[in-house]
């Protein structure tokens, strides 16, 4: 088992930053690809971004527009989601997910721990 604990949501003005955590614990052992994710009142979960390991491959979504940036920190077991030029559509509950693979991806189905969410408000 792998459990999952984001961090560092908040509210926040349009064009601002934040910066989310993803601190994995348990079987950490293992290689695991992570993802966040997130979902926005009465929409369903969407993809964000992913990063591999070891090699640290990255995927983003097409609406993240060079605009976020995954990182991976192996010592601490920890991902790092560095959000800029924050829009009011972003404003959703973050999540992280791992994957028992090294190679991240987009789909959902395929995570198969989840953390409880980070609340992420980003006024107009």
């Known amino acids: 088992q792998v459990q999952l604990v984001e961090s560092g949501g908040g509210l926040v003005q349009a064009g601002g930053s934040l910066k989310l955590s993803c601190a994995a614990s348990g079987r950490t052992g293992k290689d695991y690809a992570m993802g966040w994710f997130r979902q926005a009142p009465g929409k369903e979960r969407e993809f964000v971004a992913a990063?591999?390991?070891?090699?640290?491959?990255?995927l983003y979504a097409d609406y993240v527009e060079g605009r976020f940036t995954i990182s991976r920190v192996k010592a601490q077991n920890t991902v790092h989601l560095e959000m800029t030029n924050l829009k009011p559509e972003d404003t959703a509950v973050y999540y992280c997910?791992?994957?028992?693979?090294?190679?991240?991806?987009?789909?959902?189905?395929?995570?198969?721990?989840w953390g409880r969410g980070t609340q992420v408000t980003v006024s107009s």
């Open positions: 990063v591999g390991r070891p090699l640290s491959l990255t």
């Open positions: 997910a791992a994957r028992q693979s090294w190679f991240p991806t987009k789909e959902i189905r395929e995570y198969d721990y």
